[in-house]
């Protein structure tokens, strides 16, 4: 038997999730941009859908974007709010932790004459609100920070930065929130948040499914063109299935968020046993989320760890999974300090809100084994 503890890089989906999304291909499977009977009662399960999700996050249904995941979602506000802005100024902000498709996407908009600046991390990976203030300038039109960390679980302060920005009105505020959605809650009503990003897979829904939430006052260029889909936003034939299925997979999360705190006691419970371990080196910090461990066993090659846990039953992985099959070190840890070498053995464990005490301790037992030999070996 199998312990999954891979939830940060995909989830499980429920089969509630899956039955709708089911449903809804086979049933409601006109365009709902057709003008029919069929094509209405379509374009009525998707306005419906939106409603959903816009009530439970206290917003307005058409600040709902629906999109492919959170790569697209990521790519849409920091692009699309670049272009519709860059006559008032060409000055970006974000961290050095960001997930790989904030950080490509900065890249490449310095390629397009664009300014970045990369805020720095303490060593619990977490921004200075003085540097975020001090990096502010005339021409600064957006600001991109990730609420949760997809490798350490670092938690950013986010509602603070919100409130700060609330001065500079000219500055647009995404977040990207997809290790926090369904986790750790966020105000989605306040008026400085301005672009949200959430997923469907990193919540027990499906793969190819996630939102942007873009508040009205907000201005996006599209990344596409085409139909006036999505507000003109993002054109192309609307994927109903999918988007009346991350509508479930989101009040599912919200209605069981509050289970969210029982994790706390398996976190604390695997660094405390870990820690015990001369050669294991706990990379996340005391103040983060619960779903989330990262550590390094030193001088262990992490894919040799991972295949060794595995053929004890346990499912781990290295930092994220958009770019865990790279040799390279992970960018998050160097950004928190640490050398190369425990940036470059690091593993992540993370776990779903239906994670057992018994599944913990049989990861610890695994642990036990593989540790014991390495370091019976290193002496």
Do not use: W
Not at 50 to 61: G, R
Not at 114 to 132: A, M, N, Q
Not at 154 to 182: R, T
Not at 254 to 267: A, C, D, G
Request: include cysteine; hydrophobic fraction near 35%; charge should be negative.
């Amino acid at each position: 038997m199998m312990i999954y503890l891979d939830n940060s890089a995909t989830t499980k989906p429920y089969n509630d999730v899956v039955e709708t999304f089911q449903k809804v291909t086979t049933q409601y499977f006109a365009n709902p941009s057709s003008i029919h009977t069929l094509g209405g009662d379509v374009e009525a399960l998707l306005t419906k859908s939106k409603e959903q999700v816009a009530s439970l996050l206290q917003v307005k249904p058409h600040e709902v974007v629906y999109t492919s995941g959170g790569t697209e979602s990521n790519n849409l506000a920091i692009k699309g709010v670049a272009y519709y802005y860059q006559q008032r100024g060409r000055h970006i902000i974000t961290t050095s932790i960001e997930h790989p498709s904030v950080l490509e996407t900065c890249r490449y908009l310095e390629q397009e004459g664009f300014d970045v600046t990369y805020l720095p991390v303490d060593s619990r990976g977490k921004i200075s609100l003085h540097d975020l203030h001090g990096a502010l300038r005339d021409d600064t039109i957006l600001v991109s920070i990730m609420h949760v960390n997809n490798e350490t679980g670092s938690i950013q302060p986010i509602e603070a930065v919100a409130n700060m920005l609330a001065d500079y009105p000219k500055v647009v505020f995404h977040v990207d929130h997809v290790q926090g959605f369904g986790k750790i809650s966020l105000p989605y009503n306040h008026n400085h948040l301005d672009l949200i990003t959430i997923s469907g897979h990193k919540i027990h829904g499906l793969k190819g499914s996630g939102c942007l939430i873009k508040k009205e006052h907000v201005g996006l260029t599209p990344l596409q063109h085409g139909g006036a889909q999505e507000r003109n936003v993002r054109p192309g034939t609307e994927n109903v299935a999918n988007a009346v299925a991350l509508s479930k997979a989101m009040r599912l999360a919200k209605q069981s968020e509050h289970r969210y705190h029982e994790l706390e006691s398996l976190r604390r419970t695997l660094i405390s046993e870990l820690s015990e371990y001369k050669h294991v080196h706990i990379n996340s910090p005391d103040d983060g989320a619960y779903h989330i461990v990262n550590l390094s066993v030193k001088h262990f090659k992490p894919e040799v760890l991972i295949h060794a846990l595995s053929e004890e039953g346990i499912i781990v992985s290295t930092k994220s999974a958009c770019s865990s099959k790279e040799n390279d070190v992970s960018h998050v840890l160097v950004a928190c300090g640490l050398d190369d070498n425990q940036a470059g053995t690091a593993i992540r464990i993370s776990m779903s809100i239906d994670q057992t005490e018994q599944e913990i301790r049989s990861c610890l037992n695994a642990f036990h084994h593989v540790i014991e030999k390495y370091e019976k070996i290193m002496g």
